[in-house]
């Protein structure tokens, strides 16, 4: 039986490194989620014959198990079933959360369990306690990234979060929790107020870390926690002998990780000034004044300019995904495409609030895969383009990342919108981004606002280029 299911956990791991691999393009990335899931339903069920169960048959272990399942999938499918687009990246963090807070489950129970006269090795306590640390950090602070992200009123002000000496205290909250899971993992019989503190100090650690942290960082904070949960589920694949867990929490950590790095890279910091940067002044002096005014433009006038471009390059954001602008969007490009304008799509790494945020809502609005490049792909274009319409985006476009260096953006890539002969916004209204600034896009003399809902000034372009004819 042994050889079995090692094989199965052998062929869970094929799976997995499959689906992440389709995962990689979008025209496969659907296909990639399915092979994926069969891997992680193979493993679910071989844990039924597994020998660390059918050793000690306890029928009600079995129910229990059955019904967590029912009850988890059960929400699970409502939730992503009922969950909009918009709300998938705190969608996500809570999940990733329930890995985390599974694996320092796993851990608590191991470090609470009577081993009777075979005590566990050394190395073995220290692994569960490292996992419990990293999966208690991961659980808790994917709380409150999901918070924020769901803007839960208790979340909104990031500023109250953050005081003098911050770092120090958070500082010695993980250094007491480092220190007792040192003392428990040594001691080998620890009590069970002894883990109970260990634990809060691990959860106290995560929330402080993540809620001084504003919504525009989220998407790298996201990927570092989706990185913690996969390593805290390797390190409990040890503890427990598990293969499946060991693979499957090493490809989860280090995608995490690359992915991490790769989204500060796009910003131009490190995951250090990501996570630390809110407890520091920001800047290295005062920011340099925006001149110029804000020109609006009403959408029919913006319709007329992009029906009679050659080329017009859409940058969505945030705010497109918050009007659910973007099936509007693409029924205003198929338009112009008819006229023979070429339309682009381009991508900002940090654009809305998850790694290729924008990309699935493009793609859930139907538009093809060769229209979206990223910013590296497409930022030259810009020089070429007629119309630069930028929908709901905000810090990821803002010049003052090339000129000013006192902005807390300075440094930070950017697309290239400003070199367009035209840029028109569309804005609700006239506030800052996150990072606080204001943009000096917006006051550029070849700039334009439209001010309204993505979607409501979207349908107004849509009938002002039906009424060119």
Same mark, same amino acid.
């Given at each position: 039986?042994g050889?079995?299911?090692?094989?199965?956990?052998?062929l869970?791991?094929?799976?997995?490194?499959?689906?992440?691999?389709?995962?990689?393009?979008p025209?496969?990335?659907?296909?990639?989620?399915?092979?994926?899931?069969y !891997?992680?339903?193979?493993?679910?069920?071989?844990?039924?014959?597994?020998?660390?169960?059918?050793?000690?048959?306890?029928?009600?272990?079995?129910?229990?198990?059955?019904?967590a399942?029912?009850?988890?999938?059960?929400?699970?499918?409502?939730?992503?079933?009922?969950?909009?687009?918009?709300?998938?990246?705190?969608?996500?963090?809570?999940?990733?959360?329930?890995?985390?807070?599974?694996?320092?489950?796993?851990?608590?129970?191991?470090?609470?369990?009577?081993?009777?006269?075979?005590?566990?090795?050394?190395?073995i306590?220290?692994?569960?306690?490292?996992?419990?640390?990293? !999966?208690?950090?991961?659980?808790?602070?994917?709380?409150?990234?999901?918070?924020k992200?769901?803007?839960?009123?208790?979340?909104?002000?990031?500023?109250?979060f953050?005081?003098?000496?911050q770092?120090?205290?958070?500082?010695?909250?993980?250094?007491?929790?480092?220190?007792?899971?040192?003392?428990?993992?040594?001691?080998?019989?620890?009590?069970?107020?002894?883990?109970?503190?260990?634990?809060?100090?691990?959860?106290?650690?995560?929330?402080?870390?993540a809620?001084?942290?504003?919504?525009?960082?989220?998407?790298?904070?996201?990927?570092?926690?989706n990185?913690?949960?996969?390593?805290?589920?390797a390190?409990?694949?040890?503890?427990? !002998?598990?293969?499946?867990?060991i693979?499957?929490?090493?490809?989860?950590?280090?995608?995490?990780?690359?992915?991490?790095?790769?989204?500060?890279k796009?910003?131009?910091?490190?995951?250090?000034?990501?996570l630390?940067?809110?407890?520091?002044?920001?800047?290295?002096?005062?920011?340099?004044?925006?001149?110029?005014?804000?020109?609006?433009?009403?959408?029919?006038?913006?319709?007329?300019?992009?029906?009679y471009?050659?080329?017009?390059?859409?940058?969505p954001?945030?705010?497109?995904?918050v009007?659910?602008?973007?099936?509007k969007i693409?029924?205003?490009?198929?338009l112009?495409?008819?006229?023979?304008?070429?339309?682009?799509?381009?991508?900002?790494?940090?654009?809305?609030?998850?790694?290729?945020?924008?990309?699935?809502?493009?793609?859930?609005?139907?538009?093809?895969?060769?229209?979206?490049?990223?910013m590296?792909?497409?930022?030259?274009?810009?020089?070429t383009a007629?119309?630069?319409?930028?929908?709901?985006?905000?810090?990821?476009?803002?010049?003052?990342?090339?000129?000013?260096?006192?902005s807390?953006?300075?440094?930070?890539?950017?697309?290239?919108v400003?070199?367009?002969?035209?840029?028109?916004?569309?804005?609700?209204?006239?506030?800052?981004?996150?990072?606080?600034?204001?943009?000096?896009?917006?006051?550029?003399?070849?700039?334009?606002?439209?001010?309204?809902?993505?979607?409501?000034?979207?349908?107004?372009?849509?009938?002002?280029?039906?009424?060119?004819?």
């Amino acid at each position: 039986m042994g050889y079995l299911i090692e094989t199965v956990y052998f062929l869970t791991a094929a799976l997995f490194i499959l689906g992440l691999k389709r995962m990689s393009h979008p025209t496969t990335a659907r296909s990639g989620i399915v092979w994926a899931g069969y !891997g992680m339903v193979l493993a679910t069920v071989v844990s039924f014959v597994h020998p660390q169960i059918t050793a000690n048959i306890i029928p009600t272990n079995y129910v229990l198990m059955v019904v967590a399942i029912a009850i988890g999938g059960a929400i699970a499918w409502w939730g992503a079933k009922k969950v909009p687009m918009t709300a998938m990246p705190q969608m996500i963090a809570i999940y990733n959360g329930m890995g985390g807070g599974a694996a320092a489950a796993i851990a608590a129970v191991e470090l609470l369990k009577n081993h009777g006269d075979k005590v566990p090795q050394t190395h073995i306590l220290i692994m569960a306690v490292a996992g419990a640390l990293i !999966g208690a950090v991961a659980f808790s602070g994917s709380v409150v990234a999901f918070g924020k992200l769901q803007e839960l009123k208790f979340f909104k002000d990031d500023a109250k979060f953050r005081f003098t000496g911050q770092q120090k205290a958070n500082a010695v909250i993980f250094g007491a929790a480092v220190l007792l899971g040192l003392v428990i993992a040594l001691s080998h019989s620890a009590s069970g107020a002894l883990i109970s503190v260990f634990f809060l100090l691990a959860l106290a650690f995560g929330a402080m870390m993540a809620l001084p942290i504003g919504g525009a960082d989220m998407p790298v904070v996201i990927s570092l926690f989706n990185a913690f949960t996969g390593l805290a589920v390797a390190l409990e694949g040890f503890v427990l !002998g598990n293969s499946a867990m060991i693979i499957a929490g090493i490809i989860v950590g280090s995608s995490g990780t690359l992915l991490t790095l790769m989204m500060a890279k796009a910003m131009n910091r490190s995951v250090s000034n990501v996570l630390f940067s809110n407890w520091a002044a920001l800047g290295s002096g005062e920011a340099q004044a925006v001149t110029g005014s804000l020109k609006p433009m009403e959408p029919p006038d913006a319709a007329i300019q992009m029906a009679y471009a050659s080329k017009v390059i859409i940058v969505p954001g945030y705010g497109m995904a918050v009007a659910q602008a973007q099936h509007k969007i693409w029924e205003m490009c198929k338009l112009l495409i008819e006229r023979d304008v070429v339309v682009k799509f381009a991508i900002h790494p940090v654009a809305g609030r998850m790694p290729g945020h924008m990309n699935v809502l493009l793609a859930e609005a139907g538009v093809p895969y060769d229209l979206i490049f990223d910013m590296e792909e497409i930022n030259e274009e810009f020089l070429t383009a007629d119309v630069a319409l930028v929908i709901g985006a905000n810090d990821v476009v803002n010049p003052a990342a090339r000129t000013d260096k006192a902005s807390p953006i300075y440094g930070m890539p950017i697309l290239n919108v400003d070199h367009a002969k035209n840029v028109q916004v569309i804005k609700r209204g006239k506030g800052v981004g996150f990072a606080g600034i204001e943009n000096a896009l917006f006051f550029a003399d070849n700039t334009r606002m439209v001010y309204g809902d993505a979607q409501k000034v979207a349908a107004g372009m849509i009938q002002g280029i039906k009424d060119l004819g």
